[in-house]
């Protein structure tokens, strides 16, 4: 059986995931450009394959149904299901699987560090001695700020749990759970200083008018998903001083070089948030052995 690899760093953490399946007999495709596959590529790529573990590539009705028949398992690696078109892959026969669990630690972890970051200025002071000026910035107690985080999941709370060493004052706002929600996002938007997503989908969370709700001096954080956030909107609230930072893992488009790049304070990360040798390592495995299953291979 042939599996092809979509994630350009597939392996890269730990070889244990790519002997898996050479132990089982499996002719393993590394993906062949180094970074996310365009659709048009994405077809090609699949020719003759039974499996694929996949990253961010494209896997929309169109791909999947010019491979139905041989194709039959797609083991995401990661969270985010975005990518795969669910019901195509349902009616083709394609079983698909993720790997929500390893993820958590390490996105929560990133989380804590953007938000130290942003509050005390690292990444401005940084930029600013390298450019040959010393000087330092008045920076904020994550004690005396309110957080807000939206879409309370395994990441949502273990990002409350991070946050509660240092933070005295946590909201949630989740839809989905009522019963621990603030019940409105744009009032809660309002009071906090620092918003962190955490919700799933690509629907569009902090649009232009939702920035315009947050409080003056607040912080965005987004490693959710992509597409949650008007780019543009946030770098003129950035410009403005309307708000006073953000941190982006996530972008609409990627890889990203759009206003947001030219923001001091902005802090921009290449959708990072998993790239530790755990989480990448842990998530392959998960990956291989959910395609293994569904691939019936023992």
Same mark, same amino acid.
């Given at each position: 059986? $042939?599996?092809?690899?979509?994630?350009?760093?597939?392996?890269?953490?730990?070889?244990?995931?790519?002997?898996?399946?050479?132990?089982?007999?499996?002719?393993?495709?590394?993906?062949?450009?180094?970074?996310?596959?365009?659709?048009?590529?994405?077809?090609?790529?699949?020719?003759?394959?039974? =499996?694929?573990?996949?990253?961010?590539?494209?896997?929309?009705?169109?791909?999947?149904?010019?491979? @139905?028949?041989?194709?039959?398992?797609?083991?995401?690696?990661?969270? &985010?299901?975005?990518?795969?078109?669910?019901?195509?892959? @349902?009616?083709?026969?394609?079983?698909?699987?993720? /790997?929500?669990?390893?993820?958590?630690?390490?996105?929560?972890?990133?989380?804590?560090?953007?938000?130290?970051?942003?509050? %005390?200025?690292?990444? /401005?002071?940084?930029? @600013?001695?390298?450019?040959?000026?010393?000087? !330092?910035?008045?920076?904020?107690?994550?004690?005396?700020?309110?957080?807000?985080?939206?879409? *309370?999941?395994?990441?949502?709370?273990?990002?409350?749990?991070?946050?509660?060493?240092?933070?005295?004052?946590?909201?949630? *706002?989740?839809?989905?759970?009522?019963?621990?929600?603030?019940?409105?996002?744009?009032?809660?938007? @309002?009071?906090?200083?620092?918003?962190?997503?955490?919700?799933?989908?690509?629907?569009?969370?902090?649009?232009?008018? !939702?920035?315009?709700?947050?409080?003056?001096?607040?912080?965005?954080? !987004?490693? &959710?998903?992509? &597409?949650?956030?008007?780019?543009?909107?946030?770098?003129?609230?950035?410009?403005?001083?309307?708000?006073? =930072?953000?941190?982006?893992?996530?972008?609409?488009?990627?890889? *990203?070089? &759009? %206003?947001?790049?030219?923001?001091?304070?902005?802090?921009?990360?290449?959708?990072?948030? /998993?790239?530790?040798?755990?989480? $990448?390592?842990?998530?392959?495995?998960?990956?291989? $052995?959910?395609?293994?299953?569904?691939?019936?291979?023992?």
């Amino acid at each position: 059986m $042939r599996v092809v690899v979509g994630s350009s760093s597939f392996g890269q953490a730990s070889a244990l995931p790519g002997e898996l399946l050479a132990s089982r007999g499996m002719e393993v495709v590394p993906n062949p450009f180094g970074r996310k596959l365009t659709e048009d590529e994405t077809l090609v790529f699949l020719q003759g394959a039974d =499996g694929l573990l996949a990253g961010l590539e494209p896997l929309n009705a169109r791909v999947l149904a010019a491979h @139905a028949g041989k194709l039959k398992a797609i083991a995401r690696i990661g969270i &985010g299901m975005d990518n795969v078109d669910q019901e195509a892959a @349902a009616r083709l026969g394609i079983a698909v699987s993720n /790997t929500p669990d390893a993820p958590t630690g390490a996105v929560a972890e990133m989380t804590l560090a953007a938000v130290f970051a942003l509050c %005390r200025g690292l990444h /401005t002071q940084n930029a @600013a001695l390298h450019a040959g000026t010393w000087k !330092n910035v008045l920076g904020r107690s994550l004690r005396d700020l309110s957080f807000l985080i939206v879409g *309370y999941g395994r990441i949502g709370k273990s990002v409350q749990a991070a946050l509660k060493p240092f933070a005295s004052e946590i909201s949630v *706002y989740d839809p989905f759970q009522p019963d621990i929600s603030v019940k409105s996002l744009p009032d809660a938007l @309002a009071v906090a200083d620092v918003v962190t997503l955490h919700a799933s989908g690509r629907e569009m969370i902090i649009d232009r008018e !939702n920035i315009k709700r947050m409080k003056p001096g607040a912080m965005l954080l !987004n490693c &959710g998903r992509g &597409g949650q956030v008007d780019e543009e909107a946030l770098a003129e609230a950035l410009q403005s001083g309307h708000l006073s =930072g953000c941190w982006l893992d996530v972008f609409s488009d990627e890889p *990203y070089s &759009g %206003r947001l790049c030219q923001c001091e304070t902005a802090l921009l990360t290449p959708h990072a948030s /998993t790239c530790t040798e755990k989480c $990448r390592g842990d998530m392959e495995m998960q990956a291989v $052995r959910n395609i293994l299953r569904d691939l019936h291979v023992e």
